[in-house]
């Protein structure tokens, strides 16, 4: 009896160890490919707004994506929707001697087929002055000519924003 029980533990082992590998392998490849495709259009956005660059704002977005905004307005806290085209009138109006940098840090994707999902922290000057932090949170489908934003929303503070170690 001792013996079988051993043959069965043993066989049992020799089942279960080779599945180890495969269920903690990390992401495949392609899998990171993609999430990198995804960041890098969520950059494109951003060095787009840099350069005013109104075709190559708008070349990110899907024909009726949204911008949802968490903004204050006298001491209250309300979500604002903008329409990209409003967006990116808004963006190209900013005067140029007050360049636009938006910095990602510890960006995360999920994908699931066509479906992408993209959270960072964020922050934001004009020219050399801060203006402010918080999340960049965005919903991204993959089209027969890429990845596209088809919803983009922000929260917005000034205070606590530490950028996180690790850089951007």
Not at 62 to 91: K, M, N
Request: glycine residues 6%.
């Amino acid at each position: 009896m001792r013996v079988s029980a051993r043959i069965l533990r043993i066989a049992g082992l020799s089942v279960v160890l080779p599945l180890i590998p495969a269920a903690a392998s990390p992401v495949s490849a392609q899998q990171m490919g993609e999430e990198r495709a995804v960041i890098e259009v969520v950059e494109k956005l951003f060095t787009a707004m840099r350069a005013r660059d109104t075709v190559a704002m708008k070349s990110v977005f899907t024909a009726d994506a949204r911008l949802v905004g968490q903004v204050t307005r006298d001491g209250t806290t309300q979500i604002q929707v903008t329409p990209v085209a409003d967006f990116i009138s808004g963006i190209a109006s900013i005067p140029p001697d007050r360049e636009i940098i938006e910095r990602i840090y510890e960006p995360s994707v999920r994908i699931d087929g066509d479906l992408a999902s993209f959270w960072a922290f964020y922050t934001l000057h004009l020219g050399e002055q801060f203006s402010h932090c918080g999340v960049d949170a965005a919903h991204l489908f993959r089209t027969s000519e890429g990845w596209k934003i088809a919803s983009l929303a922000d929260t917005r503070r000034r205070e606590n924003c530490d950028v996180p170690t690790g850089g951007d």
